[in-house]
């Protein structure tokens, strides 16, 4: 077992956790719905994310929401901090180490689709890895090969759809395309990203994912849109606007997620 997972059950008791979830950039208020709260920095977790990103929190939360235990980890660590895209695999496996079976993530991303326009959701049905890493290089053993059909788990996303109708919420699907980042894409990276048959691109995520399905959790993931892709609108793309428009989409998570959680 991780150092990690060993202090979180000292502190948070040994009760096993039903899932995971990340908060993505602007997020955090996601972790406000969380009862019996337990709250442990990271500072405080060998391996856990790093120095960070501002909008990102730095704690783990360990409480209930829509009756199942769950982890919230308010912050993620990126490829482009460090161009390391293994940064969240102790994290990742510390909450496959406490029980975790389901991997719920959360990100902001840039909308190429008219559907989806700031202040949505965009459930992930796939994503294409543009930025080339992989967070299993260097994995000696043969569990690196993992396959990577239906990786956002159909189940999830169907069961999503029907809490985000009850809800009133309205939520599509589409494909994820994951730059490296941290400099947003030019207007012919993303005129490119549209050819390639994506609906949002984003600076995160993919890794997630492909660590998940390796540690053997069922994966969902859910865009918030702040904005659309370079060139596809007037509005001016910058970290500060991700985190003001980010609101909008935490407001829904705040709903969709305990939903969720409630029909794992
Ligand atoms: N591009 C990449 N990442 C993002 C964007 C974007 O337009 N918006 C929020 N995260």
């Known amino acids: 077992m991780t150092k990690a997972a060993k202090t979180i059950r000292k502190i948070a008791g040994d009760e096993p956790i039903a899932a995971a979830l990340v908060l993505g950039s602007g997020l955090s208020a996601v972790g406000d719905l969380l009862k019996d709260k337990v709250t442990i920095p990271y500072g405080e977790l060998k391996d856990f994310p790093g120095t960070g990103v501002s909008g990102h929190g730095r704690d783990l939360l360990v409480g ?24 969240m695999r102790p994290a990742l496996e510390t909450m496959a180490e406490l029980g975790a079976e389901t991997l719920l993530l959360t990100n902001s ?23 080339g890493m992989n967070p299993l290089i260097g994995e000696p053993t043969d569990r690196r090969f993992v396959n990577m059909v239906d990786c956002y788990n159909g189940e999830l996303r169907a069961k999503a759809k029907a809490a985000a109708e009850k809800l009133g ?31 949002a691109v984003g600076m995160s995520t993919a890794p997630e994912v492909i660590l998940g399905r390796f540690l053997g959790m069922k994966v969902w993931a859910c865009s918030s849109i702040t904005n659309m892709g370079a060139g596809l609108s007037n509005e001016n793309i910058s970290h500060e606007h991700t985190k003001t428009m980010a609101v909008q989409g935490a407001g829904k998570l705040q709903k969709l997620i305990p939903a969720l959680v409630e029909e794992l």
Do not use: C
């Open 169 to 199: 919420i309205s939520v599509g699907e589409g494909i994820y395309l994951w730059y490296s980042g941290p400099s947003f894409e030019t207007v012919a990276e993303i005129q490119m990203a549209i050819r390639l048959g994506a609906n």
């Open 109 to 131: 991303a840039g909308s190429l689709d008219e559907r989806f326009a700031p202040g949505d959701l965009m459930l992930i049905s796939d994503h294409i890895n543009y930025a």
């Open 64 to 87: 209930s929401m829509g009756g199942k235990r769950i982890a919230i980890l308010t912050g993620r660590e990126h490829y482009y901090e460090h161009g390391n895209a293994a940064a």
